[in-house]
């Protein structure tokens, strides 16, 4: 291998010479990205705006003047990066793209005909609709003017998948679509609010409305107090406030629901560099997407989070003969399981008892073993305490685990 070299490329150099000669079909599209990208996801698929990066094997084969892995291209490009869309030609995976709108989007998890097919390991590029059908633009608008609660894109059928299988859905890039995001409380909604199974005496909070201004270069969104001129920027932490598969026993469950199937989890955990294991119901796993965040307290309690549009891009594969009751996240440093129920005791007992099932099937301890190590070092987040379910995800450090059984 040859010494390390550097060499300083501008923007319309990388985009007239470089990228060509690494993209022979120059199937490329503007985006941000950060150097995290290449630590979560073990490949570089973009360059990226925060400095140098170290090129992987992915591109050697395109030009050999940059063929020694070893050597670093620096960049220039302080507000944008270029985000390379892998083809099975140049990386062995399909991208498969779709389109969500008003008009195409489900309200359910449910056996429905599959909006698009996909054979396991391709990867899905599309969108998103922000909780309220993208329906409150602006200052004045109303709850009223919601397309609907928690727009779904999806059906996904992924070919192969079948009941007893797990299906495995990896993050690999969340953006926010647009500049603006909603946060808002209704009668009768949120974890200080009186419902119809939580019935108060004092009379339902009045409808409110909150806009967020989100700062895409200081990755910020701001909150503006409506009563008062207080403000204060909140980072931004995109996820899928919904992500689920079709249930089991041809039910169909709202959008607003969160149970073994996944669905309006309101976990951060479904982020970029996680991946989230889902039990598969019925043929072809059939997933949904949707509801996007992109900053949420813990237990969403007013009963929003920023509401959000989301691009994103994930890769589907199904995992034959694995078979899982309640939806778990996984990512480098840890495992993760949810429970979704109510009261949130239960729902804490049940992410707890699957991730003890999962140490023991995976890492080898026993039970009880499991069960000790995680009374002294389990971290238990409480996602939410507003929906029909509320949803706890349990996590261990894999730092704290035996190494991985062999299969």
Known sequence: MRGKKKRRINLPDCRERFIPQLCPKKRYQIAKQCEECIRRHGSVRSFFSCGTFRLKDDFAIYNREVVDVSQEVSLN?????????????????????????????????????????????????TNTLDCFGNGLRKPGDTLSMAK?????????????????????????????????????????????????????????????????????????????????????KIP?????????????NGEARSSI???????????????????VYFPVNVKGGLLYLGDGHAAMGDGEVAGSAIEIPLKARVQLSVIKGRT??????????????????RPVDDAARIALTELVHWIHRDYGLSDLDAYELLSKVAKV???????????????????????????
């Open 381 to 407: 987040h409480f996602n939410e305490m507003v929906d029909p379910n509320y949803v706890v995800v349990a996590s261990i450090e894999k730092k704290y685990l035996p190494p991985k059984k062999k299969p």
């Open 257 to 275: 629901v969160p149970a073994e199937f996944g669905g309006n989890m309101d976990s951060p955990e479904a982020s970029v560099g996680n991946t």
């Open 77 to 125: 490009l302080r507000s944008l990066a270029v985000l390379l869309l892998s083809t099975t030609a140049a990386f062995g995976q399909n991208v498969v793209h779709y389109t969500t709108t008003n008009d195409n989007v489900k309200y359910l998890f449910a056996t429905a005909e599959p909006v698009l097919r996909l054979h396991s390991g391709d990867i899905l590029d």
């Open 148 to 232: 609907g609660d928690n727009p779904l894109a999806g059906p996904f059928y992924v070919e192969g998948a079948e009941p007893g299988d797990t299906l495995a859905v990896k993050i690999l890039d969340l953006q926010v679509d647009g500049d603006t995001g909603v946060g808002a409380f209704s009668p009768g909604f949120g974890a200080l609010s009186g419902s119809h199974y939580t019935p108060v005496l004092e009379p339902p909070l009045k409808e409110r409305v909150w806009f967020y201004h989100l700062d895409h270069k200081d990755n910020t969104a701001t909150f503006k107090a409506l009563d008062s001129d207080f403000s204060v």
């Open 324 to 341: 899982i009751e309640w939806p778990q996240f996984e990512n480098d440093d840890a495992i993760m399981t949810v429970g979704a129920y």
């Open 236 to 248: 931004v932490h995109p996820f899928f406030g919904c992500i689920g598969v079709a249930p089991a």
